[in-house]
């Protein structure tokens, strides 16, 4: 159930997808459209964040996908083409902040689109406000320190706005070119701090596949042996993940699967797999 229903039943669940669509200059777009198109449509989500979208004088890559009935916030910094990343809600947008900290020159030289954009939106109940964080750090496989950075700058404008506003839920997602392993999503995760601070999401997907390792860019991917990474072993960049207090997460996952895995005719939707969620509130909430 999502804010398309008719009635006023508490919402049940939230589902929340992010996808790196691959810019739509590369690999055939016509007909990656038609599947990404009618893929998203069918979803039945609430949020959706995607990257490497579009926008121009002519063009709006989230609209055309999404079609009505969206509010969109696209993050400020975009490429020369227009080339950037946007959050998708169905229901209204409040306060908006945007995490724009050059981490590095090397960093906004490989990335200029590169940032993270914090988004109240305001869910019925019984959720109500939750803060979602389009995070979208840097990707040369070089750049963990920057990484490490962004993630921290994010997480911390997160914290500010959750406590300044009093809200409790907060999800974060996109796609953070950094595997489970690394610093930048173990400091996320809650298994390490960095630069003098520590936070805890939960990792949807890890969440409920924790023997399987998820890959969303891959070598099985024929869009990856043809593109700029072909020699990639296959990692998982892509994520969900759900804030922690201090005992636990705010919200259950309940589901967690990865979009656009097989071809549908012969066409293979993008180089990443996606990753949709669904989260519920917690029958017994942490602490009480």
Same mark, same amino acid.
């Given at each position: 159930?999502?804010?398309?229903?008719?009635?006023?039943?508490?919402?049940?669940?939230?589902?929340?997808?992010?996808?790196?669509?691959?810019?739509?200059?590369?690999?055939?777009?016509?007909?990656?459209?038609?599947?990404?198109?009618?893929?998203?449509?069918?979803?039945?989500?609430?949020?959706?964040?995607?990257?490497?979208?579009?926008?121009?004088?002519?063009?709006?890559?989230?609209?055309?996908?999404?079609?009505?009935?969206?509010?969109?916030?696209?993050?400020?910094? &975009?490429? +020369? !083409?227009? @080339?950037?990343?946007?959050?998708?809600?169905?229901?209204?947008? #409040? =306060?908006?902040?945007?995490?724009?900290?050059?981490?590095?020159?090397?960093?906004?030289?490989?990335?200029?689109?590169?940032?993270?954009?914090?988004?109240?939106?305001?869910?019925?109940?019984?959720?109500?406000?939750?803060?979602?964080?389009?995070?979208?750090?840097?990707?040369?496989?070089?750049?963990?320190?920057?990484?490490?950075?962004?993630?921290?700058?994010?997480?911390?404008?997160?914290?500010?706005?959750?406590?300044?506003?009093?809200?409790?839920?907060?999800?974060?997602?996109?796609?953070?070119?950094?595997?489970?392993?690394?610093?930048?999503?173990?400091?996320?995760?809650?298994?390490?701090?960095?630069?003098?601070?520590?936070?805890?999401?939960?990792?949807?997907?890890?969440?409920?596949?924790? &023997?399987? +390792? !998820?890959? @969303?860019?891959?070598?099985?991917?024929?869009?990856?042996?043809? #593109? =700029?990474?072909?020699?990639?072993?296959?990692?998982?960049?892509?994520?969900?993940?759900?804030?922690?207090?201090?005992?636990?997460?705010?919200?259950?996952?309940?589901?967690?699967?990865?979009?656009?895995?097989?071809?549908?005719?012969?066409?293979?939707?993008?180089?990443?797999?996606?990753?949709?969620?669904?989260?519920?509130?917690?029958?017994?909430?942490?602490?009480?």
């Amino acid at each position: 159930m999502n804010a398309t229903a008719a009635d006023d039943a508490p919402l049940d669940r939230i589902r929340v997808v992010s996808l790196n669509i691959l810019d739509p200059v590369h690999a055939d777009w016509p007909r990656r459209r038609e599947v990404l198109r009618t893929g998203l449509q069918a979803l039945d989500a609430d949020v959706v964040a995607l990257q490497e979208v579009v926008r121009d004088d002519d063009h709006d890559t989230v609209r055309d996908l999404l079609g009505e009935g969206w509010q969109v916030v696209w993050n400020s910094r &975009h490429a +020369p !083409g227009g @080339t950037g990343a946007a959050l998708a809600s169905r229901w209204p947008i #409040g =306060d908006i902040r945007e995490v724009d900290e050059p981490v590095s020159a090397r960093a906004t030289r490989s990335c200029v689109w590169c940032t993270s954009t914090l988004v109240v939106v305001e869910a019925p109940a019984p959720f109500g406000p939750v803060v979602v964080v389009h995070h979208k750090p840097t990707w040369p496989y070089t750049f963990e320190y920057e990484r490490e950075l962004q993630a921290v700058a994010t997480a911390r404008a997160a914290e500010e706005v959750l406590t300044g506003g009093g809200i409790r839920h907060a999800i974060l997602l996109g796609d953070l070119d950094a595997t489970p392993d690394s610093a930048s999503i173990r400091f996320l995760t809650g298994r390490q701090s960095l630069h003098g601070m520590s936070v805890c999401y939960r990792d949807a997907w890890e969440a409920v596949h924790p &023997h399987d +390792p !998820g890959h @969303t860019f891959t070598p099985r991917n024929r869009l990856v042996r043809a #593109g =700029d990474m072909p020699a990639d072993p296959g990692r998982r960049i892509d994520y969900v993940m759900v804030r922690c207090g201090h005992h636990g997460p705010t919200l259950d996952v309940v589901d967690c699967r990865r979009l656009f895995v097989d071809e549908i005719g012969g066409v293979q939707a993008s180089d990443h797999y996606g990753v949709l969620a669904d989260l519920t509130p917690p029958a017994r909430p942490p602490a009480s």
